[in-house]
C-alpha cells in the first residue's frame, strides 16, 4: 500500500541570531523553523543552524528570517528567589512569559513552596558548585539576588542600647556573598550565558559602613570582592548597588544612578525593592546597561518623574565599576 502525501508551498518563517565571536565576524546562526522535525528545541520549535550566507540566501528569496529574541523567550536564573527582592523579580519574570522564561534557586523545599513550588524552580546550595549545575544549564542569563543574612541575638534588651547580630554556622558572608557569588560566577561561565546581573548594596566603599560590623561579617567587603570578581570575568554584566530597600510599590519614583556612593551624603538612599527587581530585568534588554556598575536609588513619590526610559537611564551610567 503506497501513501502519497500533497506538500503546499507555504512561506516559511525562521528566527535566528548571529552570535559574534571573538574574531569580530558572526559566527553560525541558530535558526527556528516553524513547523514539524524530528528534533525540537525547548520553546517547542524545529530547530536548524544556518550560515550567515545562507540565511542571507533565504532573505532574498523572500522568506521571512526574524531575530530569535522575537520568538523564543530568554530562559533567566533568578538565585535567591526565595527572599524578598529575588521572590520580586521571579514573580515579574513569571508574568512576563511572553519574554522569558523565569528559573528560580532557593536553599530549602520551604523556600521553594513559599514561591510556589513550580518544577522551575531549584532547590541548591551556592556554596557548593555541583549543587547549582542543574539549575544553570540551558539559561541565557543569571540574576543573582543570595546574599547573607544576619541574625539578631536573642533576648535584646532596647533599654541597654542596640541589639547584636550573628551569622549561622556557614552562612557567614566569606561563604555566601563571596564562595557563593563565585561558584554562580564560574558555573554561568562555563554554562556560556549572555549576561549576570548582579545585586549588591551601596556603602562598600566605606571599610566602616555599619554593616560591615554586623555580626564581624564584613558582608559589604565580601560583596564588593564577588562584584570584581565578575567585572574581571569578561561575561557581560550589570552591578547594581541598591541603597536602603523598601517593601512600597514600584514604578511611581524617579530613579537616581551614581556611582562611589555618592549617593549616601543625599537624602536619595533608598529604593523599593519592586524597582530593584525592575531594573534587573530591564537590564537584559539594553546593551546600554552591559559592563557597567552604578548605585541605585530613588525620590521619593511624589517628587520628579515616574521613571520608564530605561535605556536612558542605563545610558547615564559611565562606571564599568
Known sequence: MTTTATVTRVPLIFSGHFPINKSGRASQSTVYFLGSSSSTSSAGRSLFSFSPTTTKRLRRAGFAVLASNSMAPSIVLVTGAGGRTGSVVYK??????????????????????????????????????????????????????????????????????RPEFYFEDGAFPEQVDWIGQKNQIDAAKAAGVKQIVLVGSMGGTDLNHPLNSLGGGNILVWKRKAEQYLADSGVPYTIIRAGGLQDKEGGVRELIVGKDDELLKTETRTIARADVAEVCIQALQYEEAQFKAFDLASKPEGTGTATNDFKSLFSQVTARF
Open 92 to 161: 515579574k519574570l513569571k508574568e512576563r512569559s511572553e519574554q522569558y522564561v523565569a528559573r528560580g534557586l532557593v536553599r530549602t523545599e520551604e523556600s521553594k513552596e513559599k514561591i510556589g513550588g513550580a518544577e522551575d524552580v531549584f532547590v541548591g546550595d551556592i556554596r557548593e558548585s555541583e549543587s547549582i549545575f542543574p539549575a544553570i544549564q540551558g539559561i541565557d542569563s543569571l540574576i543573582i539576588l543570595t546574599s547573607g543574612v544576619p541574625k539578631m541575638k536573642p533576648g535584646f534588651d532596647p533599654s541597654k542600647g
